[in-house]
């Protein structure tokens, strides 16, 4: 199994930044592929950016140029560095995992972009 803790989430205002951190554990190089995924209220949960474990990246076209994905493999945690945040971010962004044919999320943490 995987365990996932998220941290970072909070209020900011438009074209402010946030750093959402997720903690796994066991050794991210283990896992196929982690990232970032978010639900805004009465919406689907959307995928924001994901990285796999041979380092491939992708983004949601919503994100790119502003969002940065990067992940430690010494601290076993992905990172999601949000710049020029506006309103249409604000959702609980969870960190999920594959590994071993499931995925697994984390709580999950708020992010709230005042306008």
């Known amino acids: 199994q995987v365990q996932l803790v998220e941290s970072g989430g909070g209020l900011v205002q438009a074209g402010g930044s946030l750093r959402l951190s997720c903690a796994a554990s066991r050794s991210i190089l283990s896992i196929s592929a982690m990232g970032w995924y978010r639900q805004a209220p009465g919406k689907q949960r959307e995928l924001v950016a994901t990285i796999t474990s041979g380092g491939m990246l992708n983004y949601a076209d919503s994100v790119k140029g502003r969002f940065t994905i990067s992940r430690d493999n010494a601290k076993n945690t992905v990172e999601l560095q949000m710049n020029s945040l506006n309103a249409e971010d604000t959702a609980v962004y969870y960190c999920?995992?594959?590994?071993?044919?499931?995925?697994?999320w984390g709580q999950g943490t708020q992010v709230t972009v005042s306008s």
């Open positions: 999920g995992a594959f590994w071993d044919t499931r995925i697994y």
